[in-house]
């Protein structure tokens, strides 16, 4: 049997050994979903999901401590923070099902001429079929409900393939499901390697992908799905922000701080790219600076660290090699810059690296954030939309005008007005454009992207 080591990011202690499923195991999963979905007799009811979802929001809340811990261990983010995303796996639970209550089709207009006299018209809604989550390793609970509770409540049957590297919060996540009454069909996890995942994703025995992860697999994946298929990507997003002169330096400095250093930098919607007029770039640059070095990197099970390690070794030595190679281009540390150990990397703070570093034009995804000065904001504007990005961005500013002005004029689906670009909750839509993605998560828009809208016309003489 073909399994893997999850290993601790962190020390690389051994946490599991996990089987990996083959493309037989794919195929047999298919087969299982195809068969709920096609017999509608086999579909479970509406109050029967919204019974086994609030059944797993009860098992989940009395076992936050032992989520937390999974989370932490396997994904290297902080203690402190994977009780939160644990939290907020939970109210993603709890929003579906309050969404269930709403989620519903309309009246269309009939009558208005003749050829349509006589009908009466509604749409309602269907789940879409079978659907297939490939999963990313930066939020392994959160990610897995995002992925798997909007199709379970809209009666769509889901297999989750998650990260290798982070199998473990998912793996459980459907257990929990199954102990809430779920008839096991309706969910599936399974652990493979790049071949199998690609025959999930591609098989035309699935009606929607969603998928988060690297932007080159993504887009080759949304290439290669069968025709028909309905495809969700979620993929990174180089976040600028812009700060103005008049901006509040007391809530700027430990907004960006958190946006740009949350999980050691390895969040979509990270901040990477602050734009500072030039009357306060120095001052932004010292005291974000001075908040940096303060950070507690390390162990992440340790309640007190707020930078835990970069997901494998290799994504620390690429992290390296991007920070020299921007330093040698000319930009000047304002802290960290060095490797720590194998798996940790310090707060790093660059000042004006060159536009076509790599730290300026692709997503970091670690403690690196880039601070460039500018004299116009029409120029930190062109700066900020010159990449093929778009997805979250912020701006700083008590002026309405100009906030209002960056609103417009950011290439970017969501625009952070005195917060940082790492911003979300769970209700809000929360997707890429351009090369960052395609659709929109969150998690009643991920209902509504894994469901479909029948449509009944009635003809009638009494009408």
């Known amino acids: 049997m073909d399994s893997i080591t ?3 990011p962190f020390d690389g202690r051994e946490l599991a050994q996990i089987k990996v499923s083959d493309i037989a195991d794919v195929d047999k999963a298919l087969d299982l979903a195809r068969d709920v979905y096609e017999n509608q007799d086999k579909w479970l009811a509406k109050y029967e999901r919204v019974a086994i979802l609030e059944k797993t929001v009860q098992i989940m809340s009395s076992r936050i401590e032992e989520l937390t811990l999974i989370a932490a261990s396997e994904g290297g983010k902080p203690y402190i923070d994977s009780k939160v995303e644990v939290e907020r796996a939970i109210n993603g639970v709890k929003l579906a099902i309050e969404h269930m209550g709403v989620f519903e089709g309309k ?9 349509s006299a006589n009908r009466i018209a509604y749409t309602m809604k269907e789940p879409i079929g079978v659907v297939a989550a490939i999963s990313a390793f930066n939020h392994p609970l959160n990610l897995a409900v995002h992925q798997t509770v909007p199709a379970i409540a809209v009666g769509s049957p889901v297999i989750i393939k998650p990260s290798e590297t982070t199998p473990m919060s998912a793996i459980n996540f459907v257990e929990i499901l199954y102990e809430a009454g779920l008839p096991r069909p309706w969910c599936q996890v399974l652990v493979c390697h790049r071949e ?4 999930l994703a591609t098989s035309p025995k699935i009606d929607y992908l969603t998928f988060i992860g690297s932007s080159a697999v993504g887009w080759y994946l949304n290439s290669q799905v069968a025709p028909g298929t309905r495809v969700g990507l979620e993929h990174g997003g180089v976040a600028p922000v812009i700060v103005e002169p008049d901006a509040n330096m007391q809530e700027l400095i430990p907004a960006l701080a958190k946006g740009g250093f949350y999980h050691a930098g390895q969040v979509c919607v990270s901040v990477q790219r602050i734009y500072a007029h030039e009357s306060v770039c120095d001052e932004v640059g010292q005291k974000l600076a001075e908040a940096a070095k303060k950070l507690i990197v ?3 099970l340790d309640p007190k660290t707020e930078i835990g390690p970069l997901i494998t070794h290799k994504e620390v030595d690429r992290v390296e090699s991007w920070v020299n190679e921007a330093v040698e281009g000319g930009a000047k540390v304002l802290c960290g810059g060095k490797r720590i150990s194998e798996s940790c990397f310090e707060a790093t703070i660059l000042l004006n690296p060159a536009p076509d570093a ?3 034009q692709a997503e970091v995804f670690g403690p690196v954030v880039c601070i460039y000065s500018y004299s116009d904001i029409h120029e930190a504007f062109k700066s900020a939309n010159s990449l093929a990005f778009s997805f979250q961005a912020a701006v700083f500013t008590k002026n309405i005008d100009t906030a209002l002005l960056a609103v417009k004029r950011l290439n970017a689906t969501a625009v952070m007005v005195n917060d940082h670009t790492a911003f979300r909750v769970d209700w809000m839509p929360f997707g890429g454009a351009k090369a960052s993605g395609l659709g929109m998560g969150g998690i009643p828009y991920s209902m509504h992207e894994m469901s479909q809208e ?3 016309v009635i003809k009638s003489s009494v009408l």
């Open 6 to 8: 999850v290993r601790s």
């Open 107 to 115: 009246e269309i207009a009939m009558g208005h001429t003749k050829s």
């Open 196 to 199: 199998a995942a690609q025959y």
């Open 298 to 300: 390390g162990d992440p």
């Open 358 to 360: 790599k730290v300026s």
């Open 454 to 456: 029948k449509l009944m």
